[in-house]
């Protein structure tokens, strides 16, 4: 075994890209407390270095598309992602309080991931 120093992830993490440069979620993370990315971050992390993971952590939504679910204090922090190759892809984020995903959520996840593909 040869230690580098490096870890030993599986995958990398990208946050996807608009057209006009933005990061969603990249943005959405900046807005939250750093309390509540720091629990998102990890769970993040837990993933690029245990995928494929199931629930609790990762739940699937559809064909290519997951999300993280993170427990904060205001609900649970939820983050979309697809696999794109050796890359976790983090397509929209928010704080689901209800049951249900948010119809619009799920879509701007989809549409996202439709544009990457």
């Known amino acids: 075994m040869i230690i580098t120093g490096e870890p030993d992830f599986i995958l ?36 690029q270095y245990g995928w494929p993971l199931g629930m609790p952590v990762v739940r699937k939504l559809d064909p290519g598309l997951w999300e993280v679910r993170s427990h ?19 397509l929209h984020g928010f704080i689901k309080k209800s049951r249900e995903t948010p119809p619009e959520d799920l879509e701007s996840a989809r549409k996202r991931k439709k544009n990457l593909l």
């Open 12 to 47: 990398t993490v990208r946050f996807y890209r608009t057209e006009s440069g933005a990061e969603p979620v990249r943005d959405w993370l900046k807005e939250l407390p750093r309390d509540y990315r720091k629990v998102i971050g990890e769970d993040i992390k837990t993933v």
């Open 72 to 90: 904060v204090k205001d609900g649970i922090a939820r983050v979309l992602f697809t696999v794109h190759g050796d890359s976790m892809v983090l």
